[in-house]
């Protein structure tokens, strides 16, 4: 897809359609909106990895969407599974959508269902150190 989209051969708005259509292979057994969501999150990164972020922003917002969607069917019974949707959430709203604020409910979310998972710690930290000038400038209450 991203191949052809850099060629001209495919418009990036028809490529997230065709994505939703392709047929999943027999082995996955993830919801099918998160496995969405996640090659989403895979297509958008390749095409910011060469240079075309206009077309990338149209595959994070169907990834944002997909992985939202997968959440509300998600129990919190499934913790480790609910925490990785919400930790690729906060990867789109933090470095793709420009929206630190909601990517740090995102991660906080996650960890009220996994409190000691390091990694998940981990992005925390990170997201506040990267984002630390954003997070100062917002109103403290």
Do not use: C
């Not at 958008?44 to 595959?59: D, N, Q, T």
């Not at 604020?101 to 996650?110: G, M, R, S």
């Not at 990170?126 to 997070?135: G, I, P, Q, R, V």
């Amino acid at each position: 897809m991203v191949s052809g989209i850099l060629g001209g051969k495919e418009q990036a708005s028809a490529a997230v359609l065709r994505l939703k259509t392709i047929a999943r292979p027999s082995w996955a057994k993830g919801d099918p909106d998160g496995d969405y969501g996640y090659a989403a999150i895979d297509l958008g990164s390749r095409l910011i990895a060469v240079g075309k972020p206009a077309e990338a922003a149209l595959f994070f917002k169907v990834a944002e969407t997909s992985l939202l969607t997968v959440l509300k069917k998600t129990p919190d019974a499934e913790a480790m599974v609910k925490a990785g949707y919400l930790q690729n959430l906060a990867l789109i709203h933090g470095t793709y959508l420009n929206n630190p604020t909601q990517a740090l409910v995102d991660l906080n979310q996650a960890l009220a269902l996994l409190p000691n998972d390091p990694y998940l710690l981990a992005t925390r930290s990170n997201l506040l150190s990267d984002k630390a000038a954003f997070f100062q400038q917002q109103p403290q209450g």
